[in-house]
């Protein structure tokens, strides 16, 4: 099997044991790695293994995940992905757990602890979210998400010309 390279840099987003992390600082033997908790923790690169980047954003694997986290399959990979986001999301105010990796708008009231809202309450609001996602397509609402579609909105536009 080819290995794939992969260019690790600051802000470059690594998938660990601990969650999605974000690269803060590098040195000579591997990468400093901020995670949502907001510990910043060490890794070697003989730790990290490549992966294909893409627009999900994880660009590298914490060679604890490996063996498990690739043999599943793909639909399985991403459900396991959008609950840790929901959770991260609830706890942390940002789907990746960080504010370095917020996505537009991020933190959406009432998730993080910057609300004051009960982490009860905020568990609830995310079940409701999701319930909504699940009636809708979920496709497009990820896009949104993503900050890939700017407005979800559908207007209406006669293209008729008169």
């Not at 969650?19 to 690169?45: C, I, N, Q």
Request: with cysteine; aromatic share 8%.
């Amino acid at each position: 099997m080819a290995r794939a390279t992969v260019e690790i840099i600051v802000g470059a987003r690594i998938l660990t044991n601990r969650g999605v992390a974000v690269v803060v600082e590098l040195d000579r033997h591997g990468a400093h790695m901020k995670d949502s908790t907001g510990h910043t923790y060490f890794t070697p690169f003989t730790e990290l293994e490549a992966r294909e980047i893409s627009d999900a954003g994880v660009q590298t694997l914490h060679s604890s995940l490996m063996p498990w986290f690739v043999q599943l399959p793909p639909d399985v990979q991403a459900a396991a992905l959008f609950r840790q986001q929901c959770i991260l999301e609830v706890r942390t105010g940002y789907r990746e757990g960080i504010a370095e990796l917020a996505q537009p708008g991020e933190p959406f009231w009432p998730f993080g602890e910057g609300y004051g809202v009960s982490l009860t309450k905020r568990y609830e609001a995310m079940s409701r979210l999701v319930s909504f996602e699940r009636g809708v397509d979920r496709t497009i609402m990820q896009r949104v998400y993503d900050g890939e579609i700017k407005n979800p909105s559908i207007t209406g536009v006669d293209r008729r010309s008169g």
